[in-house]
């Protein structure tokens, strides 16, 4: 397979302008041509590496069905408008617009390109062309919350947050859900970035929560700062991490406890399969461990081995539906019970805008 940077991409070299890159990966014709918008630097980690490990993974199944171009570093707004926009009047039959930020800018495309087809990633608004797919990553991250519970010497975790929306409130909640089933005295810390991707503001954050007193950091945020602020501070202060979206081991080769990882590979497949047999269409998927969207990973193979076996029972419960992470009594961290018996519907965690008991501070208002 061949990767051909486009003129455009020598012009901004050329230039020195850090606009959006696009990479135009070759194939021969006629293939469907599938297009991927990522807000960050597709990199070696992170959200956009990991959509993109997805986007090659799709190509190795499909062969010559496809051809794809990707988009990185492009701004939410009317940066991400713009781009969509081109990438449709080119011709690509299948666009997934892989950022939250992404939605109205896709909808306002989808209107004007009905033809083609759009997939949206995080997104609650659908079109007859526009469908939208998520992964429930609170499933991992209340794992991951287990383990730091099992794990912290101080019962303190800190989490880097991105934008308070409910994708990242559902993340915190069940982080800390699961850290206090392990310890219920257990606390989470939150600082939020309002960026998805600054490493230097991630790195900040981390540090401040350390300095707080957390032992055990993770994130939603897409660089490896976070991770390496954890390995800066492993030997003096006994610091762990567990990374997201991806392993971050090669960044930070000691701190890390357990990777919270995306895989997309399949379901690109299968959408992209639809398109080309004319079966797709615009529903919503929300895919859990069971489906392989999601999952944790890396799991530090020094633990104890009653954590591990512990942490990996767990797994398999929520595989099997025994375990719910959202699962009543559910009290917020203000005290008042939300939910007394059974399990929160999906509609509630898609909208949720509080946080759990154990999370110290108060949801900020979404941008």
Partial sequence: MSK???????????????????????????????????????????????HDLGRREMERALGDKVRTTAVESVAEGADSERVI??????GHGLIFATS??????ALRVAAEFPNARFEHAGGYKRAPNLATYDARYYEARWLAGW??????????????????VP???????????GMRAANPGATVRVVWLNTWFDPAKERDAAQSLIDQG?????HHSASPAVAQAAQASFR???????????????????????????RWGGFYTRVAERVIEGSWRAEPVWGGIASGMVDIDAVDAALASDVRAGLQARRAAIVAGTLTPFAAPL?????????????????????????????????????
Wanted: net charge positive; charged share 20%; with cysteine.
């Fill in 214 to 218: 957390a032992d055990v950091l993770t």
């Fill in 236 to 262: 003096s202060r006994g610091v762990r991490v567990v990374s997201y979206p991806s392993d971050m081991r090669a960044f930070a080769p000691d701190a890390p406890l357990a990777a919270i990882v995306h």
């Fill in 100 to 105: 939250f930020g992404y939605l109205e800018p």
């Fill in 167 to 177: 994708e990242v409130v559902q993340g915190i909640n069940a982080f800390a859900l």
């Fill in 4 to 50: 051909n940077l486009t003129r455009r991409d020598a012009l901004l070299f050329a230039a020195g302008l850090c606009g959006p890159i696009v990479r135009v990966f070759a194939q021969t014709a006629p293939p469907l041509r599938v297009a991927f918008v990522y807000v960050s630097p597709i990199g070696d980690v992170g959200w956009s590496h990991q």
């Fill in 331 to 367: 009290v917020d961290n203000a005290g008042t019970t939300r939910l007394a018996r059974g399990a929160l519907a999906d509609a509630d965690i898609q909208s949720m805008d509080w946080f759990a008991a154990g999370v110290v501070g108060n949801v900020p208002k979404a941008r």
């Fill in 85 to 90: 926009r081109d990438l449709a009047r080119e």
């Fill in 147 to 164: 383990l730091a519970g099992r794990t912290s010497k101080r019962g303190v975790a800190g989490y880097v947050a991105g934008f308070p």
